[in-house]
Every structure is written in C-alpha cells, then in structure tokens.
C-alpha cells in the first residue's frame, strides 16, 4: 500500500480563493473590507517572515494588512496599550499577536486582552470555553485546517478512533475538541503517556503535533489509517537546512492510507483559515451571516 498524498497546498488555495470571493462580495454589498492586524514584537528573522507572508496573502485576498512592529524591550503595558487602540479600530477585524514574545511580556495577558470577536487566532479564554462547549466561535487557525484535511480525505469522521500528539493550547488540546465535535473516540497523548507507539497503531486517524522530527515510525501506524502532520522541524542535512514533519513520511507513506506532507500539508492551511477567520469575524462583528466558505 502506497498511501495518497493530501495536498495541502492545493487545498488551501481553493479556501483562500473563496476568502477572496467573500470579501470581494462584502466590499460591494456592504461597502467594507475585512482588515487583519498583526503585531509583531522584536525582531526575530522566522516570526518577520511569517507576518509578511499573512500581509502578502491578506493583499491576494482582497483584505486590508495592518502591521504593527514593536523594539524588542516593548513594555507589556505598550502592547496592551496597542491591542486596546485596534480592539477599538472599525477596520479592524482580526488581531494576531505573533508568538513566541519576548520573555518580559505575558503571552496570556496578551491574549487576553483582545476582544474576543476580533480573536482570529481563538486563543482567548472565552472563545476556548466555547470551542469545548460546542458553541459557535473563532476557531485556532492549524487545528481548523487539520479538520479541513481530515474531512477532504475522508468521507466521515464519525466513530473514528482519533489518536493526538501533543498537547499544546495552539494545536494538540482545540484540535482534540473539534475531532470530539465530530464524534471521533480520542485520545491526546503527551510526554506522560505510557506505551505511545501501541496507542498510535490503534488510531484510525493520527495527528502528529510533538515537535520532535520523524518522531512517528512505520511501525506506530495500523495499515490504511489517515495521517496529518503537523511538525516543522528545521533539520541540518549535507545538503543544507530542511523542513521535515514529526512523521517519518516515506516509511509511513508505505504503511498509511493518506499523508499530509512536510511542507505543503498542513502549513499552506494556516494562514488559509486565518483569512477565513478574518472574513468570519468581519460578518458576525456587523450581524451578517457567515458567507459559505467550505468545500
């Protein structure tokens, strides 16, 4: 068995496509257009990177790019101060603080200081309340294009035996709540699980969000299962730096049903959800329905 490649890239420019048809709708019938903050804080090459990116794919979408850089040695009070001055902007509609922050600043003061309707990340504590209450809300951008993935793959989640490496708030724990909302059976494990390879050759579906690189062998996959890989790990080769997942693709791809690359899987579909966040938040601030944005 050779398993089908889940091609990210080409998924997440159809999304970001009908992003761009939504808002060009927006503009004409309702005379706005969605507008995407980012604050970024120091100077670190990776996070500059990315900020550009979701200004270049914001301007490709017909969105306003608003981009905030603070020094390094910004107060905590400063970028409070900054979140409450584009909590209030009308041409705002998202607000995205990129992380990691410096280590003077308290993410979750941050966080929670933006209003939860302009959250586009969903990393407010209200907006994770209702994620894991099954309520309407903003949803975090990666564990959103994940489901994304799963259910371009697959055609029903429901029953399947959903198996999560990793725990963390970004991906590992929203992303377990959204496989619950689809009735999946799930189990997140973490750095105190015991026999982890014996728990992943149950899954139907694995997701791989650890952080450690071709952490998940062949072995740890039962045959046909659906895998998502969520790992970016630079890695220093004799060729020069490489990205590669926490799934060990080629032995896996010998072994599962479906597989996400490394790049191009799950990657491309962050900062598609995030402009489908950006254009959600932009409806429901104003009372309009949510336009149709899914495949």
């Known amino acids: 068995m050779v398993a089908t490649i889940i091609d990210g890239q080409s998924i997440a420019e159809r999304l970001r496509q009908r992003v761009g048809e939504a808002a060009a709708e927006l503009r004409e019938k309702h005379g706005f257009v969605p507008g995407l903050a980012a604050i970024i804080v120091g100077d670190d090459p990776a996070s500059q990177i990315y900020v ?11 969105l306003a790019s608003f981009e905030h850089n603070l020094p ?19 041409r705002v509609d998202g607000i995205l603080v990129q992380l990691p922050l410096p280590a003077h600043i308290d993410a979750r003061e941050i966080v929670a200081a933006i209003d939860p309707a302009k959250d586009v990340d969903g990393f407010h504590p209200l907006n994770i309340g209702r994620l894991w209450g099954g309520e309407t809300t903003l949803v975090p951008c990666t564990p959103q294009g994940c489901m994304i993935l799963l259910r371009t793959a697959l055609s029903s989640l429901a029953g ?6 990793g725990r963390s708030h970004i991906v590992g724990r929203p992303l377990a709540a959204l496989l619950l909302a689809a009735d999946c059976t799930v189990t997140l494990v973490h750095t105190k699980s015991r026999d982890v390879p014996a728990i992943c050759r149950r899954a139907d579906i694995l997701i791989a969000a650890a952080g450690q690189p071709a952490m998940v062998k062949a072995s740890w996959i039962k045959p046909g299962a659906t895998v998502i ?3 970016t790990n630079r890695v220093t080769t004799p060729d020069g730096v490489r990205l590669v997942g926490d799934v060990d693709f080629a032995a896996v791809r010998e072994v599962a049903g479906a597989i996400s690359p490394v790049p191009g899987g799950a990657g491309p579909m962050t900062i598609a959800c995030l402009l489908q966040n950006t254009v959600l938040a932009a409806c429901r601030r104003r009372g309009l329905a949510d336009p149709a944005l899914a495949e």
């Open 52 to 62: 550009r990116n979701k200004a270049r794919a914001c301007t490709a979408a017909g």
């Open 72 to 90: 390094g040695d910004a107060s905590e009070a400063k970028l409070i101060a900054l979140v409450g001055a584009l909590n209030a902007d009308e």
């Open 229 to 231: 890989d969520v790992g």
């Open 160 to 165: 399947a035996e959903a198996v999560v490496l």
